[in-house]
């Protein structure tokens, strides 16, 4: 398996600019998750879902949108690129839970920067 | 989920005992004990997780207080590959999105 893959690794945008990060996941796993993390700070969570079709808002929503059409893809785009959005954003997925503690497995995470 | 304070970094050397402490005064009776580490440039990765009892696996062990108000990460010989943020992540039972809650995490600097 190759567990959660992100692409691009990095990416450089000019102000107003859109993008979609790419996220794969081959684990069959219903959770997904975006995160961003600023530099020396923890993650932060910024859109999840509970399966195909089904997505909802985290701590940091604002200026990003996500879909989720299948149980593999769970990309997340930038409409209007803006400084704020520069972070390492990490892609995550968890298996269904009925009350256990699951583990959430992460991606590479990819490096935006926005100038 | 309940909030956790963790020192923001230690040092160790390499070969010994590592004790990561976290505090979480607030816990409520259902909240699992998560950690995690992020190596440098990658993705946090699973360490162990508890809610009562101590827990051993391959990484790690946990130490959980008797009255749950705290928590220790217990590394048996750090090696340098362990140098990594740790996150102690409280996350209550009925989270149904199994969603995590990340603090700053301790920095864990290991000396050969």
């Known amino acids: 398996n190759a567990g959660v893959t992100q692409t691009p690794k990095f990416r450089i945008l000019k102000i107003g600019q859109s993008m979609t990060l790419q996220c794969t996941q081959d684990?069959?796993?219903?959770?997904m998750y975006w995160y961003r993390q600023d530099p020396g700070m923890g993650l932060k969570l910024i859109y999840y879902s509970v399966g195909a079709g089904i997505t909802d808002k985290g701590e940091v929503p604002n200026g990003y949108n996500v879909s989720r059409s299948t149980t593999e893809d769970f990309p997340l785009r930038l409409e209007l690129a803006a400084p704020s959005q520069t972070s390492v954003y990490f892609c995550a997925s968890s298996p269904w839970t009925s009350g256990r503690a699951e583990t959430q497995y992460f991606g590479p995470g990819t490096r935006l920067l926005v100038l | 989920d309940a909030k956790t304070t963790q020192p923001n970094s230690m040092e160790s050397n390499e070969e010994e005992p590592v004790h990561l402490p976290c505090n979480h005064s607030?816990?409520?009776?259902?909240?699992?004990i998560h950690w995690y580490r992020q190596l440098p440039s990658q993705g946090p990765e699973y360490v162990i997780h508890?809610?009562?009892s101590n827990v051993n696996n391959r990484m790690a062990s946990l130490a959980i207080a008797e009255d749950r108000k705290s928590s220790t990460l217990i590394l048996h010989r750090a090696t340098l590959r362990d140098a990594a943020v740790y996150y102690c992540?409280?996350?209550?039972?009925?989270?149904?999105?199994?969603?995590?809650?990340f603090g700053g995490g301790t920095r864990l600097m290991v000396k050969p």
């Open positions: 508890g809610l009562t």
């Open positions: 684990m069959n796993h219903n959770y």
């Open positions: 992540i409280l996350r209550a039972r009925n989270n149904a999105g199994n969603m995590l809650t």
């Open positions: 607030t816990i409520s009776g259902t909240d699992y």
